[in-house]
T-cell receptor, first 110, second 113 residues
Framework: QKEVEQNSGPLSVPEGAIASLNCTYS??????FFWYRQYSGKSPELIMSIYSNGDKEDGRFTAQLNKASQYVSLLIRDSQPSDSATYLC??????????FGKGTTLSVSS | DGGITQSPKYLFRKEGQNVTLSCEQNLNHDAMYWYRQDPGQGLRLIYY???????QKGDIAEGYSVSREKKESFPLTVTSAQKNPTAFYLC????????????FGSGTRLTVV
C-alpha cells in the first residue's frame, strides 16, 4: 500500500514566522510531488510542484525534496493569517493517480 | 475561462437511492479523477480515467460507478451499495499522466437523509 504521511497538526505559528510542513512517502518510484492548500469547505488549490532533488522557490513558498530520504517539505516565509488552511502533500508515479496525505492544518495568529 | 464545473454543490440522498454527480471540464485535459474526502481525512481515490471510454478503479471504488463517453465529462454515480456515502466529493483533471498536478472542481457535498 503506497502511503503519504503528514503530521495532522495543528501547526501554530505567529504572523511573520516561518511555517515548516513535512511529508514522507513510501513509494521509491515516485516522481512528482505537489503541495495543495485547502481552505475549510473548499477544494484543494495547487501551490507548489517539485520533481527533482533540492529546493524550489516561488514567492514566499519553498518546496524541498530529498528522494533518498523519501521526504518532501514546504516552507512558508513571512506567514500571514490568510495562510491558515490545511496543506495536502501529494505524490505520484508517471501515469498513475496522485496519492494524498491527510493534510497538516496550519494556524497563523496575528 | 477554462475550468472544472461540478454540480450540484449540495446533494441529499435517501437510503437506497442512486445519485449522479456531474463533472465537466473545458481545459482539454485527457485525464479525470474522482476523490472522496471525509472530515479530517485526506483525499481517497474512487475512479480515474486517462482517456475516453477507459477508466480504472481507485482504492475505494466499491459502491460507485463512472462513465467516460466524452473527453469533457466524467460523471460519478453513487449507488445504493455504497453504505456510507456522506462525504465531500472532488473531481479533478490533468494532462496525461498527472505529472503536472491536478485542477480541482469546487466539489459536491453529499448527505444521506
Amino acid at each position: 500500500q503506497k502511503e503519504v504521511e503528514q503530521n495532522s497538526g495543528p501547526l501554530s505559528v505567529p504572523e511573520g514566522a516561518i511555517a515548516s510542513l513535512n511529508c514522507t512517502y513510501s513509494d521509491r518510484g515516485s516522481q512528482s510531488f505537489f503541495w495543495y492548500r485547502q481552505y475549510s469547505g473548499k477544494s484543494p488549490e495547487l501551490i507548489m510542484s517539485i520533481y527533482s532533488n533540492g529546493d524550489k522557490e516561488d514567492g514566499r513558498f519553498t518546496a524541498q525534496l530529498n528522494k533518498a530520504s523519501q521526504y518532501v517539505s514546504l516552507l512558508i516565509r513571512d506567514s500571514q493569517p490568510s495562510d491558515s488552511a490545511t496543506y495536502l502533500c501529494a505524490v505520484s508515479q508517471a501515469g498513475t493517480a496522485l496519492i494524498f496525505g491527510k493534510g497538516t492544518t496550519l494556524s497563523v495568529s496575528s | 475561462d477554462g475550468g472544472i464545473t461540478q454540480s450540484p454543490k449540495y446533494l441529499f440522498r435517501k437510503e437506497g437511492q442512486n445519485v449522479t454527480l456531474s463533472c465537466e471540464q473545458n481545459l482539454n485535459h485527457d485525464a479525470m479523477y474522482w476523490y472522496r474526502q471525509d472530515p479530517g481525512q485526506g483525499l481517497r481515490l474512487i475512479y480515474y480515467s486517462q482517456i475516453v471510454n477507459d477508466f480504472q478503479k481507485g482504492d475505494i471504488a466499491e459502491g460507485y460507478s463512472v462513465s467516460r463517453e466524452k473527453k469533457e465529462s466524467f460523471p460519478l454515480t453513487v449507488t445504493s451499495a455504497q453504505k456510507n456515502p456522506t462525504a465531500f466529493y472532488l473531481c479533478a483533471s490533468s494532462r496525461p499522466g498527472g505529472s503536472y498536478g491536478y485542477t480541482f472542481g469546487s466539489g459536491t457535498r453529499l448527505t444521506v437523509v
